[in-house]
């Protein structure tokens, strides 16, 4: 099939780049003449397991092509995929300026029957208006239908989840604009739901903040288990046993970030809001994550009283593993709050540095590697799970710092294995998330 997609960030170009991967000629629109160009040599502005391997190849294969023209992009195609932002707006609602412009600049180009299928997050009867919006601008003797496909894809694992996606979600008015959309996504045998519209658009929300209250849930169970001595994992384990819960999403941590529950759940919000409808369910999700990320300073402040002259590592910068993004990522508002306390701040993170520094400029440092952060620290905290600080020899690494403590916020290190290996090691201390802390007294 002929297919273009507008907007390029993580959503547009892992749907693109999938789409050409199973067999389709796909043309990506992106007004970033930076952002175009760079594709076009087949370099992916954005850091994502996999995606220049399939980027590259499909380029090769003559079934990937990038532009910024509307015209060239969108000519004889037969659905155009819309993947533009839908950010916060000050108020908590979905900022929808860059899609209505998106649609009403399309609309002109548009001169053969087309599917429009909107992939962008948009409150429910948003695309009623966009419908509305094209209606008032296409030319008359042509068909265009809109159908919500909202996308569930997580960053740091975008290709693998587009290609073995759970589910299809397609919301549309006519059946040969669903029929259509089938067929494009036939390759991939993925389980199909279609709905109207308005349902698939709440589909979105409805998950987005139900996985959202599923942490925050299971963070306040975290906090409770710390108090009472019982161990959050094998809580959450044997609560996922359970198929009518499971096991997913119930990580305890210091909550969540990124491009997404944070912005959706406070559109949800809103949105209930102006329906007169209180989510407080939702509201308290919210209030939890604000003081789950504050977690760790609030630990450090007990342990140490004046954080004035202390120097930490932070472990981490990206709001997860696998991903630059810091979009909402708890190691901001860490930072902040340790560096008003007085305290120096070294971080390291895989990738996320540049990005980071454009947001937390020169008000901490940072370091090349764990070690180098860790170096002299009296205290380590862990923000983002990477993996490599998973295999790190904590040994090593403490004997480094000036005072042997971590604050695990993403519970990495296992209680038993430090129990064999570091139960001599005088002055550690090990604080997780919802289990019982980790102390060597000193001799
Ligand atoms: C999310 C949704 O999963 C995806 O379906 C949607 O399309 C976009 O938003 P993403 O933001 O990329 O994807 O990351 P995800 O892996 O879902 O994690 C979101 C946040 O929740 C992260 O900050 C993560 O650290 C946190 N999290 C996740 C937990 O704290 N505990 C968990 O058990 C799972």
Redesign the pocket.
């Known amino acids: 099939m002929q297919i273009a997609v507008l907007g390029t960030g993580y959503v547009g170009l892992s749907t693109g780049v999938c789409l050409a991967e199973i067999g389709h000629n796909v043309y990506c629109i992106d007004i970033d003449e930076r952002k175009i160009e760079l594709l076009r040599q087949g370099i992916s502005p954005i850091y994502e397991p996999g995606l220049d391997e399939l980027l590259q190849k499909n380029i090769q294969n003559g079934r990937l092509f990038f532009t910024t023209s509307y015209e060239e992009g969108i000519k004889n195609r037969e659905v155009i995929i819309i993947a533009v932002g839908t950010p916060q707006s000050e108020d908590g609602s979905a900022d929808l300026s860059y899609i209505k412009k998106a649609v009403c600049d399309l609309s002109s180009y548009l001169k053969d029957d087309v599917i429009i299928a909107v992939k962008s997050t948009v409150p429910v009867g948003t695309n009623d208006e966009l419908y509305q919006l094209l209606k008032d601008r296409c030319n008359k003797n042509i068909r265009v239908d809109l159908v919500s496909n909202p996308?569930?894809?997580?960053?740091?694992s975008a290709i693998h989840d587009t290609l073995h996606a759970d589910r299809i979600v397609i919301g549309a008015k006519s059946e040969e604009a669903a029929a259509k959309m089938k067929e494009m996504y036939l390759p991939l045998q993925v389980p199909i739901i279609q709905t109207d519209i308005r349902s698939a658009e709440m589909i979105k929300y409805a998950s987005?903040a139900f996985?959202a209250m599923k942490?925050s849930y299971i963070n306040e169970i975290a906090n409770l288990c710390e108090v009472l001595g019982a161990n959050v994992n094998d809580v959450a384990k044997g609560m996922g046993m359970d198929k009518r819960i499971g096991g997913a999403?119930?990580?305890a941590?210091i909550?969540?970030?990124?491009?997404?529950?944070p912005k959706d759940v406070k559109a949800l919000l809103h949105t209930a809001k102006s329906h007169h409808v209180d989510f407080a369910i939702l509201k308290e999700t919210v209030a939890v994550n604000e003081r789950q990320r504050r977690l760790l300073v609030k630990k450090a402040v007990s342990r140490f009283g004046d954080l004035r002259g202390k120097k930490f590592a932070l472990f981490g910068l990206a709001?997860?593993p696998n991903t630059d993004d810091m979009r909402e990522a708890p190691s901001i508002i860490i930072s902040k709050l340790l560096t008003e306390l007085g305290a120096k701040v070294t971080a390291y993170d895989p990738v996320a540095t540049e990005n980071a520094k454009k947001i937390l400029g020169d008000s901490i440092s940072y370091a090349q590697s764990a070690y180098e952060a860790a170096r002299d620290a009296n205290a380590l905290f862990v923000v983002t799970e990477w993996p490599e600080f998973q295999q790190l020899d904590v040994k090593a690494l403490l004997d480094v710092m000036k005072q042997p403590i971590i604050f695990d916020g993403r519970n990495i290190f296992d209680l038993e294995t430090l129990n064999s290996s570091l139960k001599a090691y005088q002055g550690f201390e090990y604080y997780p998330v919802g289990k019982r802390a980790f102390i060597v007294e000193k001799k």
């Not at 996308?151 to 740091?156: A, D, I, P, S, V």
């Not at 909550?255 to 529950?261: A, I, M, N, P, V």
């Open positions: 996308e569930f894809l997580r960053q740091g987005n996985l942490i999403f119930l990580h941590g909550g969540y970030g990124g491009s997404c529950f709001f997860k």
